[in-house]
């Protein structure tokens, strides 16, 4: 069976700080997927990235950064420079073989909250 | 790309009613779509799989002729909550995988903007 762990319930910040939200998983299965969304107060889950598991380098977009470590089974998301609009709950998901990588499992989330 | 819609994105019925919630792939194909329910400040719990030409696929506890999905085209599902109660109140998310067809990233589910039920 599959796990997603979010520890973080909610993370509050003043704008242009960093943050880094943690993503644990468990899996037995070799290949997988693992994905973040996004949530704003509108509601719609906003896909941000996918990453399949025999790809480790760490990816960055603009002010935000993956850092993807297989050891620790960790998949790690990093807002540089926060900005009033990161205020979400993000979402950490993996998909594995044993669904043809058609469900994701969800971790709890975590609620950022960006002051200004 | 990988745009999904929901309609409407807020209903209000009485109790007994039944209410009808449309996904739509908008611009890419999806032999599978996905139903998810979220309680406040909670994740997501899928509800049910729906496979375009087929039954839908329902996940445990899951009450099938409550929750009636149809997957009619490779572009929309409906998801149908029948005889609503108070206790179906929630907000209910569709998502549609993205098999590669369109270019875009493959495997992976995009979400609609969600419909919030409120059932009086």
């Known amino acids: 069976a599959q796990k997603v762990t979010q520890a973080q319930t909610e993370i509050s910040v003043v704008e242009k700080e960093d943050v880094t939200l943690d993503c644990v998983y468990e899996?037995?299965?070799?290949?997988?997927?693992l994905f973040w969304y996004k949530q704003p107060p509108s509601g719609e889950l906003v896909f941000l990235i996918r990453?399949?598991?025999?790809?480790?380098q760490n990816e960055i977009s603009g002010r935000y950064s993956w850092n993807f470590q297989k050891s620790t089974s960790s998949f790690n998301f990093t807002i540089t420079a926060s900005q009033v609009v990161d205020s979400a709950v993000y979402f950490c998901?993996?998909?594995?073989?044993?669904?043809?990588?058609?469900?994701?499992?969800f971790g709890t989330g975590t609620r950022l909250l960006v002051s200004p | 790309g990988a745009v999904v819609s929901q309609h409407p994105s807020r209903v209000i019925c009485k109790s007994g009613t039944s209410v009808k919630i449309e996904c739509r792939s908008l611009?890419?194909?999806?032999?599978?779509m996905f139903w998810y329910r979220q309680f406040p400040k909670q994740s997501l719990m899928l509800m049910a799989t729906?496979?375009?030409?087929?039954?839908?696929?329902?996940e445990q506890g899951v009450e099938k002729d409550k929750f009636l999905i149809n997957h009619a085209s490779l572009t929309l599902s409906t998801l149908t909550v029948t005889s609503a109660h108070p206790e179906d109140s929630s907000f209910y998310i569709c998502?549609?995988?993205?098999?590669?067809?369109?270019?875009?990233?493959?495997?992976?589910?995009?979400f609609g903007p969600g419909t919030r039920l409120t059932v009086l």
């Open positions: 998502s549609a995988r993205d098999e590669g067809l369109s270019g875009s990233a493959s495997d992976t589910q995009y």
């Open positions: 998901a993996l998909s594995a073989p044993n669904t043809g990588f058609q469900k994701l499992v």
């Open positions: 611009d890419f194909q999806a032999t599978t």
């Open positions: 729906s496979n375009e030409g087929s039954k839908a696929t329902y």
């Open positions: 990453r399949n598991s025999f790809d480790e």
């Open positions: 899996t037995r299965d070799t290949t997988y997927y």
